[in-house]
């Protein structure tokens, strides 16, 4: 029975009778409690019985399985602190005998019947397709889709945590890195007996988002140890993210202007509220201790500035963070009318980006293109792992046989209308694209690589500047089904009583104008293979950020009492935009 003492803080728990917990008696620390250290006993080490029974413990262990991915599992993770060992019933062959101190991990236990590693096997076999290729895991393809469900199933309904990690940790030499990425996360974020916060994908898979040119300084044989330029640094086993302030001016090819400006306007809405904007995203985030390590210049190939005009947005579909969030958005999806908004805001924000670039706005690739020939090309650069497009033609027969379904969909769900304000078509349209065509296309496109092209995969499918033409194509079915609504009306609308005047204050410079400028990052880097036991290096490159900038919005209310309302923001370019760089703040 728990109590707390009169004078103590309430975040601590004090059990009267410690010789309920075991884990108490053998550690000094109490079970299912947080805001305990993992790290106990003289020589301060990582117990798989603490780390098992604690919710910290177990996120930890999470977690850990994101390091070193290349590696075996009873490698050192977490600084050198943790060595995990599968149990006898599950070890393989090659797997050494754990030394002392070593977490030695659960058997699988399902109705009192320990699970040998011969039937999990067989039934990983079994659900694992003969001809998947899962080295290429991909959400557009919907076997993929369909195999790693069943994964996360069969990992969710193990008895313990305890059978569900050592499940997770056996079947690891079986799957591709990205597939077992896909599956920790799905299974972390289902749990209730972890935490939730993880790092962003591309610290521990950066050869999925930085090039060759950024990444051969930590991988290469020949780099120099002593090379001041590169720097590792020895921690505790706690995955960061870090980003790194320091503003640069923005390069431009000769004849664009010296700022990226994109003048938007606040439009009011039909409800409205006192309501304060946070400031823009800026590069301020918790710091490690540790030193920030910097690799060498960039090879020309990740320079600000290209000499072509046609990729001179390189930087914005390039960007790690970008293609992260377009990663992990697709891994947790809810798909229908969240899938038409996300796609349709990350368009628009593209399209202001060139037209700020003065390159105007993107020619979609729709089904009168589908059989002419694509005339550009383009390189990733991230070694092996995806091959570049060159240019030729697709082969669009099964785009073809879904046009016209998605088109009569989009007619028949817009008879629905409106109900109480609500669009009640988009959700099952959505869905329906996203599944069908949309992927389909995303697929067809990468046979142009042979099957291994980015637009494959959503880690990094952003990079290629087809997927923005594809998008403008399928955003296109969305407005045509959007146009068929009937329009609002003066009672949908109207706010009798309320005027309201708004404004954008740029941190500095012009009312009304956005600001974006090249700014220094750094992420520090969990997942190669040439990082040894509990090292972290730091890979700093450059990035666009946006000033800091503050909504004014001024709100006249004639109204008797105090009413509910809600603001919507919209930025837009003042020209040029055709109603296709609108942003939804």
């Not at 977490?103 to 694992?128: H, M, P, T, Y």
């Not at 799957?175 to 990425?181: G, I, N, Y």
């Not at 289902?190 to 591309?202: A, H, L």
């Not at 204050?505 to 520090?524: H, L, S, W």
Request: net charge negative.
């Amino acid at each position: 029975m728990a109590s707390l003492r009169p004078n103590q803080d309430r975040t601590q728990r004090l059990y009267f009778n410690s010789s309920d917990d075991s884990l108490y008696l053998d550690y000094g620390v109490y079970s299912e409690e947080l805001e305990q250290p993992l790290l106990v006993g003289p020589e301060k080490a990582l117990h798989y019985g603490v780390l098992v029974n604690t919710p910290h413990g177990r996120h930890l262990l999470m977690v850990s399985l994101l390091e070193q991915l290349s590696g075996d599992t009873w490698g050192s993770k977490c600084g050198g602190k943790l060595n995990m060992f599968l149990p006898v019933s599950l070890r393989s062959s090659y797997q050494p005998f754990p030394p002392p101190g070593a977490c030695l991990l659960s058997n699988i236990v399902r109705r009192n019947r320990v699970v040998g590693r011969a039937e999990v096997l067989e039934k990983l076999d079994w659900l694992l397709p003969q001809d998947l290729n899962n080295n290429m895991f991909s959400w557009f393809n919907e076997t993929h889709r369909s195999v790693i469900h069943s994964l996360v199933d069969w990992v969710a309904e193990q008895e313990t945590f305890g059978s569900s990690y050592s499940l997770l940790v056996t079947i690891k030499e079986r799957l591709s890195k990205r597939m077992f990425v896909e599956l920790v996360n799905l299974v972390l974020v289902g749990r209730e007996d972890t935490g939730f916060v993880m790092p962003s994908i591309e610290s521990y898979m950066p050869e999925d988002f930085f090039s060759q040119g950024y990444l051969t300084p930590f991988n290469g044989s020949e780099v120099d140890e002593d090379d001041p330029s590169i720097d590792s640094t020895e921690e505790d086993g706690e995955m960061l993210e870090e980003d790194n302030e320091g503003r640069g001016g923005r390069d431009f090819l000769p004849g664009w202007p010296s700022e990226g400006q994109q003048t938007g306007t606040a439009a009011q809405s039909t409800r409205v509220a006192n309501t304060r904007r946070p400031t823009s995203r800026v590069a301020s985030t918790r710091r490690p201790t540790s030193r920030v390590a910097n690799t060498r210049a960039p090879s020309p190939g990740q320079l600000w500035s290209r000499s072509s005009l046609a990729e001179a947005e390189w930087y914005f579909r390039e960007d790690p963070v970008a293609n992260s969030h377009h990663a992990e958005w697709h891994r947790m999806s809810l798909g229908g009318e969240y899938f038409y908004y996300m796609h349709g805001q990350m368009l628009a924000r593209y399209e202001g980006e060139r037209l700020s670039l003065g390159l105007g706005l993107t020619t979609h690739f729709g089904p009168s293109q589908w059989n002419q020939r694509i005339s550009d090309s383009y390189d990733p650069r991230l070694g092996g792992s995806f091959l570049r497009r060159s240019s030729g033609w697709i082969n669009s027969g099964q785009m073809r046989s879904l046009v016209g379904g998605i088109q009569g969909s989009a007619i028949s769900s817009a008879r629905g209308g409106y109900v109480q304000g609500r669009d009640v078509g988009i959700d099952s349209l959505g869905r329906r694209m996203e599944r069908g065509l949309h992927n389909v296309g995303h697929d067809t496109i990468s046979e142009m690589s042979g099957g291994k092209g980015v637009m494959g995969s959503s880690v990094a499918a952003m990079r290629d500047p087809i997927f923005f033409r594809w998008h403008g194509y399928i955003d296109s079915v969305f407005n045509n089904y959007k146009n068929r609504l009937p329009p609002y009306t003066e009672e949908d609308l109207g706010f009798p009583g309320v005027r309201v005047a708004a404004s954008v204050e740029p941190q500095e410079g012009a009312t009304n104008t956005f600001y974006t400028y090249r700014e220094m990052a750094t992420v520090r880097l969990s997942g190669l293979d040439r990082a040894g036991p509990g090292s972290r290096m730091s890979l700093q490159y450059s990035r666009m950020n946006h000033r800091p900038f503050t909504w004014n919005i001024v709100v006249n209310s004639e109204l008797p009492s105090v009413t509910p309302a809600i603001v919507r923001v919209f930025m837009m370019p003042t020209r040029g935009a055709d109603n296709r760089a609108t942003i939804h703040m």
